[in-house]
């Protein structure tokens, strides 16, 4: 079974196709936000590259978030357009669990993703076997919250993600020997990590091109108001 | 914080392309004053001093306008917008956060979405005619550099 997993939820825009057994081409670019141009060719260049129809493809799958508005909709609506033309199966996967399945270790991996004004799109797995346990499920959170959390509750974490890369010296301070740093290669988004973690979990996700959404995960305004508040 | 009075519609230019030809990619200004007090006017200006070739029209229906300059120009007016939540589904983030400088018109209408470090500047209508006094104010490396730089006394 052939998957073509897109991530374009980051600045990183990742296509990849995978079967059970191998990675057969990933392509990624992380240069600016010029999505909607880049991904169609670079999609073509992996196929074309591999001498593959679209239509060998047996399961679409995309990041459906946390991560930029405009860069969800445009992987969402390529992957759906696709496996709709095609008649395909479609799976959506979560941007963080995503990043989480690029760390092979056991520990708590922590993936985090710039929210802005101090705050990430995070969420806590455990490796458990193949798969990965939620500790706790994505959310919003403000990044000195979350080291409050890690510190009370965690040791032995690796971080990853744009987030990581942005509060690296804050995390540093706050959990010192008690947090690793993923190498460059594994910090982004990979649609390879899409593709197979699609392949794993299509029988237990009821995903179609008709319901298939982004999660954006944004807090609405009368939400951040009873925050501000409250805080 | 900084106020300025500026005599006429030419120096009120010159102060525009000036400040135009010191942003850099990831500048957000936000801009407020009074309906009529030149907003759009001054953002022309800007765009001048940012090398912006068209002709920059009021966003007040389009929501956001995109110029090509030295850098890019994201141009935007919220006067319509109920909110931040209307902003949300128009994407901002790709262009508040991007390799281009962005100039939000009534800025102080989504200021808690807005980022922390910006450059927020009022414009209004001062005694004379065409006289303007333009307010500066902000928070950042960013707007410390460009108030120095304006060089004002």
């Known amino acids: 079974m052939k998957v073509l997993a897109i991530d374009t939820s980051t600045m990183m825009a990742t296509c990849a196709v995978l079967d059970e057994e191998r990675l057969l081409g990933e392509f990624s670019l992380n240069q600016d936000m010029s999505h909607s141009e880049n991904l169609i060719p670079m999609v073509k260049e992996i196929m074309d590259n591999l001498k593959l129809e679209i239509s060998d493809i047996d399961l679409f799958a995309a990041s459906i978030g946390p991560g930029s508005f405009t860069g969800l909709r445009i992987g969402i609506a390529t992957v759906k357009s696709l496996a709709h033309v095609l008649d395909k199966p479609v799976v959506g996967i979560s941007t963080l669990e995503g990043l989480a399945f690029n760390i092979v270790r056991s520990g708590i991996i922590v993936p985090m993703i710039d929210a802005r004004r101090n705050r990430v799109y995070t969420a806590i797995y455990k490796k458990d076997g193949q798969r990965l346990k939620s500790l706790l499920d994505p959310t919003t959170m403000d990044i000195d919250e979350l080291l409050e959390l890690l510190d009370k509750e965690h040791t032995n974490i690796v971080v990853n993600g744009n987030g990581a890369s942005l509060y690296r010296d804050k995390i540093k301070d706050k959990l010192k020997d008690r947090v690793e740093f993923a190498p460059i290669s594994l910090n982004s988004p990979r649609a390879a990590s899409i593709a197979e973690l699609a392949l794993i979990k299509k029988d237990e996700i009821e995903h179609n091109y008709y319901n298939l959404v982004p999660i954006y995960l944004k807090e609405s305004q009368a939400q951040q108001d009873i925050r501000k508040r409250e805080g | ?153």
């Open chain 2, 1 to 153: 914080m900084v106020k300025i009075v500026l005599k006429g519609l030419e120096e009120t230019e010159e102060f525009g392309k000036k400040l135009g030809s010191l942003l850099q990619a990831g500048d957000l200004i936000s801009l407020t004053g009074d309906l009529g007090a030149g907003k759009t006017t001054l953002t022309k200006s800007i765009g001048l001093g940012l090398g912006v070739a068209d002709y920059i029209t009021s966003p007040t229906f389009t929501l956001i306008n995109e110029y090509r300059g030295r850098v890019m120009l994201y141009h935007f007016d919220v006067y319509r917008l109920e909110g931040a939540d209307d902003l949300l589904d128009l994407g901002y983030e790709d262009y508040f956060y991007s390799n281009g400088v962005t100039i939000v018109e009534w800025g102080d209408k989504i200021e808690n979405i807005l980022p922390e470090e910006r450059i927020n500047i009022n414009i209004e209508k001062g005694k004379e005619l065409d006289e303007r006094i333009v307010t500066l104010s902000g928070k950042g490396e960013r707007f410390e550099k460009i108030v120095r730089e304006l060089n004002l006394n």
